[in-house]
């Protein structure tokens, strides 16, 4: 079975702050991949970043930057020097299947994070 | 690009009645999806087309649930008989068909049916 489990349903923290949203995921497919997505109140999903099984090398865009560890199932988001732009709701995702395939995305419940002044 | 565009950005309906809604996706993307979403929850996968082709419905997808996209470029999702547990926001995505390539995603309709 597949799963994305998101443990924290919501963060608050001070602008300026660096803030972690976990992602746990389970699959027993060799060949998947990770997605993180960012809703803001505006509704519109907008996306982040996308990670395949194969490559675990961490990247960092900006203040944002993603830990992928096949050890632990995990595919962490940390955004660093928060903004209170960056409130939103912040959804991980996975894919399964070596040509993957965006209708079998299987969301977590997403994280509702609030950068406050 | 302009983005992913849907409308309206609300409906207010009355249970029983039928609304439709349309989606414009990103003028070179051949795929195009419907989902939906309600509050505290992921998006839940409804139907996905390849240019004009339908390719798979979800089994969720009831009976009053059809989607159309004619021409391969807009498409549009129709709810006949609406019922309360409709009431959700209808989110449009499209993307390039190339597997587990990026989602645009529009910013939805909200649905409300009393």
């Known amino acids: 079975a597949q799963k994305v489990t998101q443990a924290q349903t919501e963060i608050s923290v001070v602008e300026k702050e660096d803030v972690t949203l976990d992602c746990v995921y389970e699959t027993r497919d060799t060949t998947y991949y990770l997605f993180w997505y960012k809703q803001p109140p505006s509704g519109e999903l907008v996306f982040l970043i996308r990670?395949?099984?194969?490559d675990e090398q961490n990247e960092i865009s900006g203040r944002y930057s993603w830990n992928f560890q096949k050890s632990t199932s995990s595919f962490n988001f940390t955004i660093t020097a928060s903004q209170v732009v960056d409130s939103a709701v912040y959804f991980c995702?996975?894919?399964?299947?070596?040509?993957?395939?965006?209708?079998?995305?299987?969301w977590g419940l997403g994280t509702s994070l609030a950068v406050n002044p | 690009d302009t983005g992913v565009s849907q409308n309206p950005r609300h409906k207010i309906t009355k249970r029983g009645q039928n609304v439709t809604f349309r989606c414009d996706p990103i003028s070179e993307h051949n795929r195009l999806y419907w989902y939906r979403q309600t509050l505290g929850q992921g998006p839940e996968f409804l139907t996905y087309?390849?240019?004009?082709?339908?390719?798979?419905k979800s089994r969720l997808l009831s009976d009053r649930f059809s989607a159309e996209r004619p021409k391969g470029s807009f498409s549009t999702l129709e709810i006949q008989r609406t019922e309360q547990g409709d009431s959700a926001m209808y989110l449009c995505a499209s993307s390039l068909s190339q597997g587990s390539e990026k989602l645009f995603f529009g910013s939805g309709t909200q649905l409300s049916v009393l």
């Open positions: 990670r395949n099984s194969f």
């Open positions: 087309f390849q240019n004009e082709a339908q390719l798979e």
């Open positions: 995702a996975l894919s399964v299947g070596s040509a993957g395939n965006n209708r079998k995305l299987i």
